[in-house]
């Protein structure tokens, strides 16, 4: 059969595509800046860029025939790409449990939303912080809390060591440093 006669899928089986499952029975774990800038892109496609495209579509479909329209073709292919989006952010922002890391700080226990200096047996310091699966940002240097190095190291101390299986086998990591973000505390403006 012709490619040109078969229908691209209008299903939901695409929509988890985009970022990692979440595991199973595991929580879907969110900064408060992270739920922010998810419900912000939502709200953004619903309301700006979503009634966008629609206009472009009916002003392609208006000039007729729409087999060679490109207008009309991206359209389509833009508006069904931007409806799963979102619903893909619905369903992450209903299941998303905000956990403040805040409410740790001070503390030198690792939970998530620490930000983590350790040293590996080479010498090698990193830096890391745990964020949630659909926040994280590996170029800032932010892992998942399902990541490796994360699981080895929540509820680890300062100056603990932890062991860390990587493709290379058995690594000894030492925990240096353990950060939280300040509170932020709402104080009226002063005159």
Do not use: C
Request: aromatic share 6%; no cysteine.
């Amino acid at each position: 059969m012709s490619k040109a006669f078969t229908k691209e899928s209008d299903s939901e089986d695409d929509d988890d595509l985009a970022l990692p499952p979440l595991p199973a029975g595991g929580k879907n774990y969110i900064t408060p800046a992270g739920y922010q800038r998810l419900r912000d892109e939502l709200f953004n496609l619903i309301d700006v860029e979503r009634p966008k495209i629609v206009e472009i579509v009916h002003w392609a479909a208006s000039n007729g025939d729409r087999s060679e329209n490109g207008d009309y073709i991206y359209g389509k292919k833009r508006l069904r790409e931007i409806d799963r989006r979102i619903r893909f952010l619905t369903k992450r922002l209903d299941i998303a449990e905000v956990a403040d890391p805040a409410l740790h700080h001070g503390n030198d226990q690792i939970f998530f939303g620490a930000t983590i200096t350790y040293v590996n047996q080479d010498e090698v310091e990193r830096t890391v912080t745990i964020k949630g699966i659909d926040e994280v940002d590996s170029l800032q240097g932010e892992v998942s809390w399902v990541s490796p190095i994360a699981r080895a190291l929540l509820k680890a101390r300062e100056g603990d060591e932890v062991q860390l299986m990587t493709p290379g086998g058995l690594e000894r990591v030492e925990v240096l440093l353990v950060r939280y973000p300040a509170p932020v505390t709402d104080k009226p403006d002063s005159p």
